[in-house]
């Protein structure tokens, strides 16, 4: 089973940026796991934001953040990051890390099997 804790949201202005923090523990975290995440906004589907495989060869993300979003991970601290630039009211949501067993990028929420409690991101005007 793997726990994961998200931390490092809050409030920002537009324009301004955030990091979140993954930390990720568990007996059986595997070293192919894809790590992700993914927003939800009052109203609206979860949206997929990043993914990243375990050497970070391979990362993931949609038109919305490209650009602005970065994924990043420290498997010696067992955390991935999300580092967030240049943001827009519209990237106001809960953000939520997930893993995912897989060697391959994964970019879809079916995807992914373990959540954490997710991190509440706003950002005003």
């Known amino acids: 089973q793997v726990q994961l804790v998200e931390s490092g949201g809050g409030l920002v202005q537009t324009g301004g940026s955030l990091r979140l923090s993954c930390a990720a523990s568990?007996?059986?975290?595997?070293?192919?796991?894809?790590m992700g995440w993914f927003r939800q906004a009052p109203g609206k589907e979860r949206e997929f934001v990043a993914a990243?495989?375990?050497?970070?060869?391979?990362?993931g993300f949609p038109d919305s953040v490209k650009g602005r979003f970065t994924i990043s991970r420290d498997n010696a601290k067992n955390t991935v990051y999300l580092q967030m630039n240049s943001l827009k009211p519209e990237d106001t949501a809960v953000y939520y890390c997930?893993?995912?067993?897989?060697?391959?990028?994964?970019?879809?929420?079916?995807?992914?099997?373990?959540w954490g409690q997710g991190t509440q991101v706003t950002v005003s005007s």
């Open positions: 990243i495989t375990w050497t970070g060869a391979n990362t």
């Open positions: 997930a893993a995912a067993a897989s060697s391959a990028l994964a970019t879809t929420a079916q995807e992914f099997f373990y």
């Open positions: 568990g007996r059986t975290f595997s070293k192919y796991a894809t």
